[in-house]
């Protein structure tokens, strides 16, 4: 056995020792060989809390918790949710017009008298007229009842689109809770990678003192590991970044006090194809938006088309028209009375307009052909949804596999590519292969959970169903 495999042999063991130690006596030394992931509450570095949030416990901040904050604070959310709110206030607006409205209006009119006592102006009755009525007025022509119908139409088309706000915001939260999630724990595997690169610079130095290594190896070993510190303090700005993200989309106050309770490597199940493609096509409400606005344009095509259809007013009036505001008027026979009633019918035919209600009737037309061809692209592009998006879920969830095994064998090969460099029988650029293969392959694991996610999140845009662990 040469010197340099026995000193090999003596670091070895002293390693394996220090591995073996419980963690407080490791001074929080990783091991060699991790775990595929960390845990959820795995320890990540994190910029210092404010001072108004030192004190207090973290906020254990779920996925669903996540999802109702944005649901409450995201401003264009809220704004598909105003124009749904206006769109149905429309509707009873124009529900309201065909009903009877009531009005009461009370007006002194007085008139300069000539010398026979008689009014100047004769459009009017008398010097001092008081009248003071209630009107109850009902419009009726079919254009009201199309506008009505166009209302609700459009009411509906308005709360679908709400409802496809709703479900692009939790694939937002989605993303953006998952990206943190795998952020931190991108950032715990370069932590461990420059601890590893720190331990291999020590031993190749070591080794260089016992005259076993060139001192090529060092300079390699540094290189190395000054590059995995670059890499670890760019892993805690993406934690960072993503951290604030999500609490831009979260808290209306910047409170950036909180950690994440779910774990982005949960077991979550992808829901059966025949299951997802029958809620894909029941309950996708761009469909029910497209059909809504074909709807609303066939009323505006009856809306235009009353325009050669005539229109009917009903009047009835109750109350006063003297020359005294009061409800009788003494004459040398006796009082009369001069509360009454008057009622009246009008009906308007339309006869000519310039060919107004033809050009009217064409734009209509136009439009509604318009909302048919968007309906069908709809349905078109749902079923080409419906494949693509379930084949990139499929997709993610079968790589998820391959990459969490390919992250454990990267980490069996650093440390045995490791040991077999402490024995002699490795070079210093397979020890640095295998550091990058296996961050590499950490970061690549902490991907594909976070592709897979989104996918699953993208599937609850048409089915309105999240599936969750």
Not at 22 to 35: E, K, L
Not at 389 to 412: C, F, H, I, K, V
Not at 440 to 453: E, V
Request: contains cysteine; negative net charge; proline residues 5%.
């Amino acid at each position: 056995m040469n010197s340099r495999t026995a000193n090999g042999i003596l670091l070895a063991l002293g390693a394996a020792a220090a591995l073996c130690a419980p963690p407080s006596s490791r001074g929080g030394q990783q091991p060699d060989s991790p775990p595929p992931h960390a845990p959820a509450n795995a320890h990540v570095h994190q910029e210092p809390a404010p001072a108004a949030a030192q004190g207090r416990a973290l906020l254990s901040l779920t996925l669903q918790d996540a999802i109702a904050l944005a649901r409450k604070n995201d401003p264009t959310y809220h704004s598909a949710l105003t124009e749904a709110g206006l769109a149905r206030e429309d509707r009873a607006q124009a529900r309201d017009a065909l009903l009877p409205g009531v009005d009461f209006n009370t007006s002194v009119l007085y008139t300069q008298a000539n010398v026979l006592g008689n009014v100047k102006f004769i459009a009017n009755n008398a010097p001092h007229e008081y009248v003071s009525l209630g009107n109850v007025h009902q419009e009726l022509d079919a254009s009201s009842i199309a506008a009505y119908r166009r209302s609700a139409a459009l009411a509906a088309a308005a709360k679908a689109r709400a409802e496809v706000a709703a479900r692009g915001l939790i694939v937002t939260v989605v993303h953006h809770y998952f990206a943190l999630a795998a952020a931190e724990q991108k950032l715990v595997s370069a932590q461990r990678a420059a601890e590893e690169g720190e331990k291999f610079l020590a031993l190749t130095q070591n080794l260089e003192k016992g005259g076993e290594v060139a001192h090529s190896d060092v300079i390699k070993a540094e290189l190395q590991m000054r590059d995995r510190r670059r890499l670890l303090q760019e892993a805690q700005l993406a934690m960072l970044n993503a951290r604030l993200d999500l609490t831009v989309l979260l808290f209306p106050d910047f409170d950036d006090h909180f950690e994440l309770a779910d774990d982005l490597h949960a077991s979550v199940p992808l829901p059966p194809r025949d299951q997802f493609e029958a809620q894909a096509a029941h309950e996708n409400p761009d469909i029910r938006a497209a059909l809504s606005a074909v709807q609303a344009a066939g009323q505006d095509v009856a809306s235009a088309r009353t325009g050669y259809l005539p229109s009917v007013g009903l009047d009835f009036w109750y109350g006063i028209d003297a020359e005294r505001y009061a409800t009788y008027t003494p004459t040398p026979d006796g009082r009369i009375q001069n509360l009454g009633s008057a009622a009246m019918a009008s009906i308007t035919l339309p006869l000519w307009n310039w060919r107004a209600t033809q050009s009217r009737v064409r734009q209509a037309e136009l439009r509604r052909d318009q909302a048919k061809l968007e309906l069908s692209l709809t349905q078109r592009k749902l079923l080409a949804e419906m494949r693509s998006l379930y084949s990139e879920a499929e997709t993610a969830l079968d790589e998820l596999a391959g990459l969490q095994r390919s992250s454990e064998l990267a980490g069996d090969s650093l440390r045995l590519t490791t040991l077999r460099y402490t024995n002699g029988e490795a070079t210093v650029l397979e020890v640095v292969d295998a550091q990058t293969t296996f961050a590499q392959a950490s970061a690549a694991y902490q991907d594909g959970a976070l592709r897979y996610r989104v996918a699953l999140a993208n599937l609850q845009t048409l089915t309105g169903v999240l599936p969750t662990p």
